[in-house]
């Protein structure tokens, strides 16, 4: 059965001064990344909480965010996204032009 999910995760980066690089990510290579980036922030989450709060007020302030908000609950919303996304073979994901800088990354 042929199924038209995208299997391919193109990065396009293109100067004026230079040639237009481009990157072929297999979309499952994409996805294990995401897998592990979850685990390693998942790991990092549960470390810091065991961690006493600094006394000087920025660090803590800074600690307090990775206490409240979850960074691998952010990441694995991310997964979701891009695993959602892959349905649409085809799809410009990003096509940003700054200036003399051009990045491009599509789903095909």
Do not use: C
Not at 36 to 47: F, I, R, S, Y
């Amino acid at each position: 059965m042929w199924t038209k999910t995208a299997m391919l995760l193109i990065v396009q980066v293109k100067t004026q001064k230079h040639r237009r690089f481009t990157l072929p990510l297999p979309v499952w290579v994409v996805d294990e990344f995401f897998m592990a980036l979850t685990d390693l922030a998942l790991v990092g989450e549960k470390v810091i909480k065991h961690m006493p709060l600094p006394r000087d007020e920025k660090d803590r302030k800074h600690l307090n965010w990775v206490k409240t908000f979850s960074p691998s609950g952010i990441i694995s919303v991310a997964h979701a996204v891009s695993k959602d996304l892959r349905k649409y073979k085809g799809l410009d994901v990003v096509d940003v032009k700054s200036g003399d800088i051009q990045v491009k990354i599509s789903l095909r």
